[in-house]
């Protein structure tokens, strides 16, 4: 009986790769299996197998529960009470067993022991495949094209493991047929009842990293590093790189001669047009790097907003932005800033026109000449927040300016905003009172602010709206937001009349 089990783990091993402690794990569970349904009724069942002679014994074991609780499983639980008149050590929670006779191995219901073994060969199979490829999500892997289908594309990869590309993970217009061999990044393992599914990536950044890699040896080497990708699948894209070796030339080496790498790239993308950008720890300089074939005329950055607007010259505006907003589009995904583009000679207008605006503001609100007034714009000062709260020191290093006069131009400003913020505050209370909604009946000052801030502010916009719109808007009752609302449309009545 013994060899009988060791042949059968050793021939099964052999022809489906599966370790033998998997297979003696199966035949365990096809033997309890088989026990219990000789057995007819419900037990719990253990079998152990000697992995050297095959050599087996059965157990029959109970869980042990405290004599308080009800046994809800008759047949696998015992009370406390009871197990310990044969277990003296036993425990709540512990399991008790006994050796019963085994069943013969070669005279178990032999369906049920192949149902079990096969079950339990694909489990092991899958979690083989699943433990083989999570170590390699993000990474680039290669098979053929077996089928299409309406999801996508089906692959067969090394050791007939099949994945799927899955139809937005495709690239447009890319040319794969049946039998093709194909790359794809390795983005997700999903382990379902029917077996894995390794999901495959061509429209991932990192799918185009992961070809660079393999085309450009100083990559691969370390000596140059992607910094960046950003893609629109199968039209373009743009990859930052920088070199940790002063004597390679990052782009040089990921262009290649004449274009052959990025080429070779190129056209496994299906044409694909690649960027290559070099990387600069100056993001003024990055974004105009970024920002190529389009030549950058002048940048103005706004760090607290992360965005930097861009001149170019106007006939080179079209490149800049680029067919339907791509060139922009990737140059923001790729440096992280917020990018505006505009001609050179519409950057110039706006900017004289706010200049001539903060100009006129700064002699209104802080009461200084002309004069004064340019040169706050000339040294970058163009908002009264910018006065008011910008460390003093930037202020007074304007020649001609002392700390006295500093402070008076602080003190101004604040002023200023706060006088804003009061009249603001105000004309929100007043609009929020308009046509006397506040002395509608049933209505109250603070219902009136809360449909205020919903734009509610008449008598005929709060009579515009029906009960559950209300209703919706505020916390009032039924009865009550109907109420309102009849007396919004008194007038109404009242004019028909």
Known sequence: MGKEILQVAETVSNERGISESVLFEAIEAALESATRKLAGGQLDVRVSINRKTGDYATFRRWTVIDDGEEITRPGEELHLSEARQKWPEAQVGGVVEEPIASIEFGRIAAQTAKQVIVQKVREAERRQVVASYEERLGEMVMGVVKRRDKGGLIVELTGNVEAIIPREEMIPRDPLRVGDR??????????????????????????????????????????????????????????????????????????????????????????????????????????????????????????????????????????????????????????????????????????????????????????????????????????????????????????????????????????????????????????????????????????????????????????EQDVDELMALAPIAEEQARALIMAARAPWFEEQA
């Not at 040169?375 to 000062?381: A, D, N, P, R, S």
Request: zero cysteines; glycine letters at 6%.
């Open 182 to 463: 194909v790359r794809g990044l390795l983005k997700e393992v999903i382990l379902q009842a029917k077996g894995p599914q390794l999901i495959l990536s061509r429209t991932d950044p990192r799918f185009l990293a992961a070809l660079f890699r393999l085309e450009v040896p100083e990559i691969e080497q370390g000596l140059v590093e992607i910094k960046g990708v950003a893609r629109d699948p199968g039209w373009r894209a743009k990859i930052a790189v920088t070199s940790k070796d002063p004597r390679v030339d990052a782009v040089g080496a990921s262009v290649g001669i004449r274009g052959s790498r990025v080429q070779s790239v190129s056209n496994e993308l299906a044409g694909e047009r690649i960027d290559v950008i070099p990387w600069n720890r100056d993001p003024v300089q990055f974004v105009i790097n970024a920002m190529a074939p389009a030549e950058v005329v002048s940048v103005v950055m706004d760090e607290d907003r992360h965005t930097m607007e861009l001149a170019v010259e106007d006939d080179q505006l079209a490149r800049a932005i680029g067919e339907g907003g791509r060139n922009v589009r990737l140059a923001n995904a790729l440096t992280g800033w917020q990018i505006q583009v505009m001609g050179r000679v519409a950057m110039e207008e706006r900017s004289e026109e706010e200049a001539r605006a903060a100009i006129a503001l700064f002699q209104e609100v802080l009461h200084v000449d002309e004069e004064m007034a340019a040169i706050l714009v000339q040294e970058g000062f163009t908002t009264l927040e910018e006065i008011a709260y910008v460390p003093p020191e930037e202020i007074m290093g304007i020649e001609g300016f002392d700390e006295n006069l500093v402070n008076e131009l602080r003190a101004r400003a604040r002023d200023a905003l706060i006088s804003k913020e009061i009249a603001e505050q105000e004309a929100l209370h007043a609009q929020s009172m308009e046509h006397d909604l506040v002395h509608l009946p049933g209505m109250t000052e603070e219902l009136a602010q809360l449909l205020a801030s919903h734009d509610i502010h008449t008598i005929d916009e709060l009579a």
